[in-house]
């Protein structure tokens, strides 16, 4: 087979995959990226649309800003369980958008930095000893697979799926009480699960549940979820509409990643935060430095990858790891919230933990130990 040979072909255009054309072409401005998608944009995507302010660092840092300039900052963020509640301020607001709106302008981004978009569902990858081919007609020097969830080149590099939840979210009005706020209510039963109300700002909110798929029960069916979201957060389905759902591949304490000429970003690369199921952040960072790595390392970019990963987010996928098993049982989630509640310091390390690269902290064990203790509750937060 002759043709082109492209430096880079990315499969997926979501934020793994854009950022991956933004890292490449920020660090070559010359290089060829291709970059695929089976979707045409703007396209939707079923997701919580919760997107942390970290994103919009790691792409201000690639020269993309002003993404959000007409959307509205959410900056407060309540947590409930049962009786107890914490609602405070974010060190810095998050922002609720639609992915059909924020993964388009992501894709304008890259095209404007210099890749080629094309619509195509990639469906066998075949790795050579010095290119890669894609469905027998696409060379390519290095591939990113930042195609999702249900990723064919992660299947094709030979790695299988780890832990999952599974979502369903819709949108719907935004009742008096739940604007200006991301909710999160986690659930006492079918744990570990939660239901949210993301309010967009614009009079609408993004709402769902999701829960960890276990062995010892069957997949909830739609009906279950939908129920289960009404059950934690009332009036929540209320006039809903857009019901789409998804499974999230969770992160564990370790990350395995291949050699080769193979990179794997964002949800293929089983990266979802276990705690809160955010994504959009890790996918964005390591999509960057599967981008850039795809650029400045000719030999054996995967290997070099894996260590980048590792430096970046490995202690703290071993703390999200550890946090979200401790916090399956019940008591220690509620001693979590309690110290929040206490102690703004430990709230905002709890966000860093859930949204960004944060570890469990001192202040986040001694808020624990506190809430064990039988510390009272200080009036700032709540619960
Ligand atoms: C219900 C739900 C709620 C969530 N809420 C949040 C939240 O609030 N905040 C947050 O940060 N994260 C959230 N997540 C996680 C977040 O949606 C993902 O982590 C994020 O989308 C990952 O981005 P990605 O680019 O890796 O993959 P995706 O966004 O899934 O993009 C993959 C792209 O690849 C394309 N593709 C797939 N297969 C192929 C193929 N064979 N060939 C070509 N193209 C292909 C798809 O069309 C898609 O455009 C949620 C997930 C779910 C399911």
């Not at 660090?27 to 997107?51: N, Q, W």
């Not at 304490?253 to 955010?278: C, K, S």
């Not at 260590?307 to 703390?319: D, F, M, N, T, Y």
Request: glycine share 14%; with cysteine.
């Amino acid at each position: 087979m002759s043709g082109r040979l492209w430096d880079l072909a990315i499969v997926g255009a979501g934020p793994a995959g854009t950022a991956a054309a933004l890292g490449a072409l920020r660090a070559r401005p010359d290089l060829a990226v291709l970059l695929l998608d089976r979707a045409d944009f703007p396209r939707d995507k079923a997701c919580g649309d919760g997107i942390a302010p970290h994103v919009m660092d790691l792409l201000a840092g690639v020269g993309v800003t002003g993404l959000m300039d007409d959307q509205v900052p959410v900056g407060t963020l309540r947590l409930e369980r049962g009786a107890v509640t914490v609602s405070r301020d974010m060190a810095r607001a998050a922002w609720v958008v639609p992915r059909e709106v924020f993964d388009a302008r992501l894709v304008e981004a890259a095209v404007e930095a210099g890749a080629v978009l094309r619509r195509r569902r990639v469906r066998e990858i075949e790795v050579r000893d010095d290119h890669v081919v894609l469905d027998g007609a696409l060379r390519a020097r290095v591939v990113v697979g930042a195609d999702g969830a249900h990723s064919v080149v992660r299947e094709a590099v030979g790695l299988g799926d780890g832990r999952r939840a599974l979502a369903l979210r819709g949108y719907a009005p935004t009742p008096e009480g739940r604007r200006g706020e991301q909710v999160i209510v986690f659930g006492t039963s079918r744990q570990p699960s939660y239901a949210w109300s993301f309010d967009r700002g614009d009079g609408l909110a993004n709402v769902g549940y999701g829960e960890v798929l276990t062995a010892d029960r069957e997949p909830p069916t739609r009906r279950l979820l939908l129920d289960r979201l009404e059950e934690l957060l009332p009036g929540a389905t209320r006039d809903g509409t857009g019901w789409r759902g998804h499974h999230l591949p969770l992160s564990s304490h370790r990350w395995p990643h291949p050699g080769g000429r193979v990179l794997l970003a964002g949800d293929a690369a089983g990266l979802i935060n276990p705690l809160t199921g955010e994504g959009i952040y890790y996918a964005v960072a390591t999509g960057l430095l599967a981008g850039r790595t795809a650029a400045e390392v000719r030999h054996g970019p995967g290997a070099s990858y894996r260590r980048e990963v590792r430096a970046l987010l490995g202690r703290h996928l071993q703390h999200t790891a550890l946090a979200a098993r401790l916090a399956t049982t019940g008591t220690v989630l509620e001693a979590g919230m309690r110290a929040a509640a206490r102690e703004q310091r430990v709230f905002a390390d709890l966000v860093e933990l859930g949204l960004g690269r944060g570890r469990i902290t001192p202040a986040v064990l001694r808020g624990l130990a506190g809430s064990v203790l039988g510390m009272p509750n200080q009036a700032e937060g709540s619960s």
